[in-house]
Structures are given as structure tokens and as C-alpha cells.
């Protein structure tokens, strides 16, 4: 098991570029077995997920490499449509497949996927999104079976605009002849990104980032050079570091407005931004101030993936933060270790009432889930003393080498076996 080992108190200062965006690359990775011809990711974030989801796509017949940055995909022996078991428990990712798969040899099947403990998560609207298009779906002791050998176009509503489910739909309609249009679709960056994606292969998809998306069925698509964007959370995630430690950092590749809702929160919080065209750089008051409120929602709403980091930096503000957890049923899973650390919490449900202390003090802690665990090192990293954040590989998934970007800002923090 590895973990990080964090001397707490550096101010981190400095300035750092923000990888590409974990869930924007990965689902072009699984878009990338549509096109004919080879595909190349430049800015392929090194994290686990992405490493996960080339090893499905080499089961799958498709041919990964990844050299310096860059994944290569080449899907010309596409052949298999059974996604790998113990890979898709793995990573819940893999569902991002059934959409793709189905569109190229209109079979698929697929165990119920894994990934972060962070609540039921169903899919049952990635279900009811294909089942719109005409696939036939049976379940079967926890295997999901496709045929759609009678898809066509059509109208697909979602009762709730579920990120995952609008681009399988989108992934799925790309090469079925006729319109597809999805209603209440999901807005994230992420989902214009994959349009981006898909139309710079020869696709024509519009609306990406509105509710209302329609994608007009090509006969192929080509293999491109492509480069996702930014990653918003891992964006977010430095910010509250430099936030929480007193410090003053430079993000470079780092869209501005993506990341509007989180430099929202810390500039009520005291710190000041400066939003260039491709850079975000924020200088931390002395102390952080209390915010009064976070709910996380769907785009663009607050999101939920950076409400873990903002929870520790509210365990070190001045005054009571309160926090809504609207997405995920039991994404609060870092309280209890921040608890220990000596943060005052109190968890009702959904939501978490945060009263911050002077200083947290350094502990051994566990990350349980992704961002719950960027959150875990980001109060290591503002505690007094030493603190050890178990279970690295958790982090991992989304990071990329995140202690070596951290101590590009001069903290303290290595990775460590045990
Ligand atoms: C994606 C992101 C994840 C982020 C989440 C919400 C990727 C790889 N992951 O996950 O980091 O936290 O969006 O912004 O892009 N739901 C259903 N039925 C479904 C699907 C979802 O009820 O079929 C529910 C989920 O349980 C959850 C909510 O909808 O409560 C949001 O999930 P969704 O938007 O689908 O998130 P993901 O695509 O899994």
C-alpha cells in the first residue's frame, strides 16, 4: 500500500500547470473505438482511471499505447463487445463504454460497474437513455445484456441530467442514422468536450452544454489528434491547497470559467483571484473566512466532485461553514478523518455544519474515495506536525502525481510504501 507522508504548515507558493481533465478524457478514450483509423490523445492525464480504461480497450481488440503523454488507440480490431468483469468493477468509468460499444457492433454486455464508494450510484438512466434508441436490455445475476440490432434515432429524456448518461447516449447516437435529441441532457464541460471530440472525428453533434442536445447520425467517423481540456477539479483542488496553507500560486492551463464556481467560494472566503486567459492564480489571506453556504447541483451548479476540499478548507476558516451535499448520497466520508485530525463537524444526513479551528493537528488517515482523499492531504497539509494519507492508489485515479505538483509549491509531502 502506498500512501503520503505531509509535514503540515508550508505556505505553498509557485506556479504549476493543471493536467488534462480526467472526466473529459475518459470518455473520448471510450469514444475513441468509433472512428476508423487511429486516434491520438495529447494531455492524456497519467492517473489510474485512464490507465484502466486503455487496459479495457486492449480487451476489447483495440490496440493502446501510451508514450510521453500521448494515447494512441487504434480500434481497426474491434472485435470484442463483452466488457472484462474485473475491470469494470474496477472503475465505474467502464459504463461509459455500453454507449460506444453498442454504437459500433450493436451488441454489448457488461457487468455493474465499480469505481468510488461515493453512493448507489445506478444506471439505470444509462439504461432508460439506450432503451430510447431501441436497444434491448436484460439483466442477469448483475450482467447487463444489449442488442441493438434494431437502434434507431430518437428522443431520449432523462429525468435527471445524469453526466455519465448523456454521453453514452451521445456515444451511442453518433453513428445511428437520424436525429437523437436528449432533453434535460447534463451541462458540464466535460460534455461539450466530448462533442468537441466526436465532431473534430466527422460527427455532428450541437447543443453540448445547453439541455437540450442533438446529434445527427454520420456513416463513419476518422481517427484524429485531440487534446482534452483542463482539468476543473484538479484546478480546484490546488486552489484550496494554496487557500488552506496561506499561500499565493500561478495555475497555468486552467480555464478561468470553469472553475467560476469554486474562486467563488474562496473569494468569500478572503483570497484574492486573478483570472488571466489561460491561468488562474489566487493569493490566501492570513486566515481563511467561513462561507455561509455550499450545495452542490449539477452544472452549474457547484460541483460535487470539489465539495470534499472545500469541506477541509472550511474546517480551518474563521467562523461556520455549512455544506449540502446534493449529488451523491454518502459523499461525506472524509468528516470522520477530519474529526480526528481535530476539525468540529457535525453531519445531518446530507448535510455537514463545519465550525473551523486555528490548526488541525497531523494523523495517520485513510482516504476512502478520490476526492475525499485529495481533501485528507489538503489538511495535512495546513495541519501542525506529520500526517500520513493512506491508500494513495485511491488518489491516484484522478491525480496525476499529485505529490510532485505539490512540491513543485515547495510542501512537504512524499510518497511513501508500506
Ligand atoms: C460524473 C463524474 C463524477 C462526478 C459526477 C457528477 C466522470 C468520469 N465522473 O459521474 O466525477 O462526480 O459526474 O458531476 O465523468 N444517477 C442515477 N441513475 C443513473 C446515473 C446517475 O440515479 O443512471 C444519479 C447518481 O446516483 C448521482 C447523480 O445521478 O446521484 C449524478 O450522477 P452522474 O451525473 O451520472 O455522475 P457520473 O456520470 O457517474
Redesign the pocket.
Known amino acids: 500500500m502506498e500512501g503520503f507522508r505531509v509535514i503540515g504548515g508550508e505556505r505553498l507558493r509557485g506556479e504549476a500547470r493543471v493536467q488534462g481533465a480526467?472526466?473529459a478524457v475518459?470518455?473520448i478514450l471510450a469514444a475513441a473505438i468509433l472512428p476508423e483509423g487511429e486516434t491520438v490523445i495529447r494531455d492524456c492525464p497519467d492517473i489510474r482511471d485512464a490507465h484502466a480504461m486503455a487496459e479495457i480497450l486492449g480487451k476489447l481488440g483495440c490496440e493502446c499505447q501510451w508514450n510521453a503523454g500521448e494515447m494512441r488507440i487504434d480500434a481497426a480490431n474491434l472485435h470484442h463487445w463483452e466488457m472484462p468483469d474485473e475491470l469494470s468493477k474496477q472503475i465505474?468509468?467502464s459504463i461509459f463504454l455500453l454507449g460506444p460499444i453498442l454504437g459500433k457492433l450493436r451488441r454489448a454486455t457488461v457487468t455493474y460497474p465499480g469505481g468510488c464508494e461515493i453512493?448507489?450510484?445506478?444506471?439505470?438512466?444509462?439504461l432508460k437513455g439506450l432503451r430510447a434508441l431501441g436497444v434491448s436490455i436484460v439483466e442477469d445475476g448483475g450482467v447487463i445484456y444489449c442488442d441493438g440490432r434494431n437502434m434507431r434515432a430518437g428522443d431520449v429524456y432523462f429525468d435527471?441530467?445524469?453526466?455519465?448518461?448523456t454521453e453514452n447516449v451521445m456515444m451511442a447516437a453518433a453513428l445511428l442514422p437520424g436525429t437523437t435529441i436528449v432533453h434535460n441532457a447534463?451541462r458540464?464541460p466535460?460534455i461539450a468536450d466530448l462533442q468537441d471530440f466526436i465532431n473534430a472525428m466527422g460527427g455532428s453533434i450541437r447543443g453540448a452544454g445547453t439541455q437540450l442536445i442533438e446529434i445527427e447520425g454520420v456513416k463513419s467517423l476518422r481517427g484524429v489528434c485531440y487534446t482534452p481540456i483542463p482539468d476543473r477539479i484538479a484546478a480546484g483542488t490546488l486552489l484550496c491547497a494554496a487557500a488552506m496553507t496561506g499561500g499565493e500560486i500561478r495555475l497555468t492551463n486552467a480555464r478561468p470559467w470553469d472553475v467560476i464556481p469554486v474562486c467563488d467560494k474562496l473569494k468569500e472566503m478572503g483570497c484574492r483571484i486573478t483570472e488571466e486567459k489561460d491561468a488562474v492564480a489566487l493569493a490566501a489571506p492570513e486566515r481563511l473566512r467561513a462561507f455561509s453556504q455550499l450545495q452542490t447541483n449539477?452544472h452549474p451548479g457547484f460541483?460535487?466532485?470539489m465539495q470534499a476540499q472545500m469541506l477541509a478548507a472550511a474546517c480551518v476558516a474563521e467562523g461556520t461553514s455549512v455544506i449540502v451535499e446534493n449529488?451523491?448520497?454518502n459523499r461525506l466520508s472524509h468528516v470522520t478523518d477530519l474529526c480526528r485530525m481535530g476539525a468540529d463537524i457535525r453531519v445531518n444526513g446530507r448535510m455537514a455544519v463545519v465550525t473551523g479551528v486555528p490548526r488541525l493537528s497531523g494523523m495517520t488517515v485513510s482516504a476512502r474515495d478520490l476526492r475525499g482523499g485529495a481533501a485528507l492531504v489538503l489538511a495535512a497539509l495546513a495541519a501542525k506536525g506529520e500526517s500520513t494519507v493512506e491508500h494513495a492508489e485511491l488518489i491516484d485515479r484522478g491525480y496525476e502525481r499529485l505529490e510532485r505538483t505539490l512540491q513543485t509549491f515547495g510542501a512537504k509531502i512524499e510518497r511513501v510504501r508500506k
Open positions: 480526467k472526466n475518459l470518455p465505474r468509468s453512493g448507489i450510484r445506478p444506471i439505470d438512466l444509462h435527471y441530467p445524469s453526466v455519465g448518461a447534463a458540464e466535460e449539477p460541483p460535487t466532485d449529488v451523491f448520497e
